[in-house]
């Protein structure tokens, strides 16, 4: 079963911030917060991902609270193509680890 | 990213034929790899994970006579759906790790397979 909850839709206006929120309560010290996507009909595309610290990069930022029980991703300026079901994934790091997808948050960007 | 590619991107077969479907790494050597299956308006549920050049490990409840896997290169796996049904109608979609702690998991593109 996943070990997330994320809210099932969002809407966000283009050009906005998306800020996407994640609660992970039972995540344990070496598990990894991961953020992939899947615009519709496509795979699913690596976001970014992070331990305890926040990160950056060219896709989006991710704020994991203090305690890590939870995180946000953030996409700082959205565009009509970031629509998307975005899934929030806690796992330990590393290209072996099978990833557990939940339901994920229907993002969609309006003009 | 690196990239994974899937083949055929999709496919309709008649009840009761087999269906190959091929996974491959184009830029990296996938020492795992996974399958994943999604129904319509659903999440991905991963059906099994193979190492190269071993048996693969299959999640409950999914049938390994039935949905045969071979990873025999490190850029190659394939999944067989055997004596397809309409009830396997799906969107298959394979991703690729290279192990390391830094290394991460890539997606292909997906198979819709459809069965009539």
């Known amino acids: 079963d996943a070990k997330t909850t994320q809210p099932p839709s969002m809407d966000c206006a283009e050009g906005r911030a998306a800020n996407l929120p994640c609660n992970h309560s039972t995540i344990s010290g070496n598990e990894y917060v991961y953020w992939y996507r899947q615009i519709h009909s496509q795979g699913p595309q690596y976001i970014i991902h992070g331990l305890k610290n926040n990160e950056t990069n060219e896709m989006a930022s991710l704020i994991i609270t203090e305690d890590r029980k939870s995180s946000t991703l953030i996409l700082p300026h959205a565009t009509l193509r970031d629509t998307a079901v975005y899934y929030c994934?806690?796992?330990?790091?590393?290209?072996?680890?099978?990833?557990?997808f939940g339901k994920g948050t229907k993002l969609t960007v309006n003009p | 990213g690196a990239v994974v590619s899937q083949h055929p991107s999709w496919v309709i077969c008649k009840s009761g034929t087999s269906v190959k479907i091929e996974c491959r790494s184009l830029d990296f050597q996938a020492t795992t790899m996974f399958w994943y299956r999604q129904f319509p308006k659903q999440s991905l549920m991963l059906m099994a994970t193979?190492?190269?050049?071993?048996?693969?490990?299959?999640e409950q409840g999914v049938e390994k006579d039935k949905f045969l896997i071979n990873h025999a290169s490190l850029t190659l796996s394939t999944l067989t759906v055997t004596s397809a049904h309409p009830e396997d109608s799906s969107f298959y979609i394979c991703s690729g790790g290279a192990g390391g702690p830094n290394n991460e998991q890539f997606f292909g593109p997906g198979t819709r397979l459809t069965v009539l």
């Open positions: 193979s190492n190269e050049g071993s048996k693969a490990t299959y």
């Open positions: 994934i806690v796992r330990l790091q590393g290209g072996s680890e099978k990833l557990v």
